[in-house]
Each structure stands twice: as C-alpha cells, then as structure tokens.
C-alpha cells in the first residue's frame, strides 16, 4: 500500500517561492513514475496535473507551471519535491503527489496560498 505525505505549502506573496516535498513510502518507488497535483479551492475545477517525473528523470509541466516549477525525486529516500518560483494567485491549492496514474489512496496534501 502506498503513503504520501506531503509538506511545505504556506502562505505567500504574488511572485515568492516554496518547495514542496512528499514523503513516499512504498516499495520500488524507483521504478514509478511520480507527479505532483493540485486542487484548486473552486468546487467546480478538477484536479490538476502539474508536473511529472519518470524513474528515469524526464520532466513534462502543464502549460500553466512551465518555466515557473521544477519537479525533482531523489529515490535513495523515496521523497519527491516541486520548486515553486514566480508563484501567482492562480497557484492556488491543496498540492498532492501520486503516482502518474495515480493510486486511489490520496495523501492529505498540502495548502499553498499566493497573494495578490
């Protein structure tokens, strides 16, 4: 069974940074590709798909994050993390990360607010 947790949302300013960081735990975490999602606080938006990163450490960004964030993993501890740069208010979320497809069971995520 997969666990996600996941860290490092807060509250900030139109053009700050964060980094986000999940905690993984499940076996051959190396052999999946893993992706970081977002939940915007509109009820009638879906679940986003931000960013993701193969075992092999190919990155593909939604149009809206693309030059802004920088999805990583380090697979010797099972973390993946999501550099936010030039964050907006329309960054607005609950940031999740999954497998890509994801695994039913979702972690808590984490609340990252901008500003305007």
């Known amino acids: 069974q997969v666990q996600l947790v996941e860290s490092g949302g807060a509250l900030v300013q139109t053009g700050g940074s964060l980094r986000l960081s999940c905690a993984v735990s499940?076996?051959?975490?190396?052999?999946?590709?893993w992706g970081w999602y977002r939940q915007a606080p509109d009820p009638g938006k879906r679940r986003e798909l931000v960013?993701?990163?193969?075992?092999?450490?190919?990155?593909n960004y939604a149009d809206s994050v693309q030059g802004r964030f920088t999805i990583s993993r380090v697979n010797v501890n099972n973390t993946v993390s999501l550099q936010m740069t030039g964050l907006k208010p329309e960054d607005t979320a609950v940031y999740y990360c999954n497998q890509h497809p994801p695994v039913p069971n979702w972690g808590q995520g984490t609340q990252v607010t901008v500003s305007s």
């Open positions: 960013a993701t990163i193969t075992w092999r450490g190919t990155t």
């Open positions: 499940r076996s051959r975490f190396n052999a999946y590709t």
